[in-house]
């Protein structure tokens, strides 16, 4: 044990990837076996994510979660914001504008729209449960907009912890109501073809809960409503440290 203990804690980093590598397939199986995939396999790992994350302070007593824990303490780099905002980056740069345009002026206006509506009724939840401070109630009703504006907005604005994780919980409940709740609207707001697949996503911008939705619905769909929703998050991450938090801190 203890040799294995030392080859963990010196390789914390490959540990790390195996650890959440397992996490992964346990949630893409769970999705498979008992949602059928309607509720899709990231969004599983993000809440298993949080339920660690919750034990990993509670049996450490310290502030990281599960990075806390020696043999995982890979993980607070691994889940750090280098890595973070590179994947961001990274996802940004397999985008061309030259793909919006396939979208029209309609795909458009829905990317900011659903930005804009998603903030609103993030932060009027923020205000409804007693914040009153322009960083939280800014990461919040980011995190309303996906779960992952709420973390970088949050990080560049200086919320708390524990801010950025209900910003990240309220994005996830978010990605799992789009994923749920597509495929039996679907019908009702005429979305069967490429044109209205790209308006609902970027209306809902989850790329997560847009993909598995439009998988539920129509196989055919996902890439053109994945493509807008991964322009809704880039358009999120910019606006929310910036434009909506100079609003948000001009109102409180």
């Given at each position: 044990m203890d040799v294995i203990?030392?080859?963990?804690?010196r390789n914390n980093l490959i540990a790390a990837f195996a650890f959440i590598g397992l996490v992964m397939w346990v949630s893409y199986f769970f999705s498979n076996r008992l949602t059928a995939g309607r509720i899709h396999g990231s969004a599983i790992a993000i809440a298993i994510g949080l339920l660690l994350a919750y034990w990993g302070g509670v049996s450490s007593g310290g502030q990281s979660g599960v990075a806390d824990i020696g043999l995982l303490g890979g993980i607070g780099l691994l889940?750090?914001?280098m890595m973070r905002?590179?994947?961001?980056?990274?996802?940004?740069?397999?985008?061309?504008l030259s793909e919006l345009r396939k979208a029209g002026l309609a795909g458009v206006i829905s990317i900011f729209a659903g930005v804009l509506v998603s903030f609103f009724v993030g932060a009027v939840v923020a205000v409804?449960?007693?914040?009153s401070d322009a960083v939280s109630i800014t990461t919040i009703g980011a995190g309303a907009v996906t779960y992952i504006v709420g973390p970088v907005t949050g990080e560049a604005i200086g919320a708390s912890d524990a801010v950025?994780?209900?910003?990240?919980?309220?994005?996830?409940?978010?990605?799992?109501l789009v994923m749920v709740g597509t495929p039996f609207v679907a019908k009702s707001i005429g979305l069967d073809?490429?044109?209205?697949?790209m308006v609902f996503g970027g209306l809902m911008g989850t790329t997560s809960g847009v993909a598995a939705g439009l998988a539920a619905t129509d196989a055919k769909l996902v890439p053109y409503g994945a493509m807008t929703a991964t322009f809704y998050t880039g358009i999120g991450?910019?606006?929310g440290p910036s434009l909506l938090f100079?609003?948000?801190s001009a109102i409180f």
């Amino acid at each position: 044990m203890d040799v294995i203990e030392s080859v963990f804690l010196r390789n914390n980093l490959i540990a790390a990837f195996a650890f959440i590598g397992l996490v992964m397939w346990v949630s893409y199986f769970f999705s498979n076996r008992l949602t059928a995939g309607r509720i899709h396999g990231s969004a599983i790992a993000i809440a298993i994510g949080l339920l660690l994350a919750y034990w990993g302070g509670v049996s450490s007593g310290g502030q990281s979660g599960v990075a806390d824990i020696g043999l995982l303490g890979g993980i607070g780099l691994l889940g750090g914001g280098m890595m973070r905002d590179f994947a961001i980056v990274a996802t940004a740069f397999g985008v061309h504008l030259s793909e919006l345009r396939k979208a029209g002026l309609a795909g458009v206006i829905s990317i900011f729209a659903g930005v804009l509506v998603s903030f609103f009724v993030g932060a009027v939840v923020a205000v409804a449960f007693g914040y009153s401070d322009a960083v939280s109630i800014t990461t919040i009703g980011a995190g309303a907009v996906t779960y992952i504006v709420g973390p970088v907005t949050g990080e560049a604005i200086g919320a708390s912890d524990a801010v950025i994780t209900l910003s990240v919980a309220t994005g996830l409940v978010k990605s799992i109501l789009v994923m749920v709740g597509t495929p039996f609207v679907a019908k009702s707001i005429g979305l069967d073809n490429p044109q209205s697949a790209m308006v609902f996503g970027g209306l809902m911008g989850t790329t997560s809960g847009v993909a598995a939705g439009l998988a539920a619905t129509d196989a055919k769909l996902v890439p053109y409503g994945a493509m807008t929703a991964t322009f809704y998050t880039g358009i999120g991450c910019l606006l929310g440290p910036s434009l909506l938090f100079f609003v948000v801190s001009a109102i409180f």
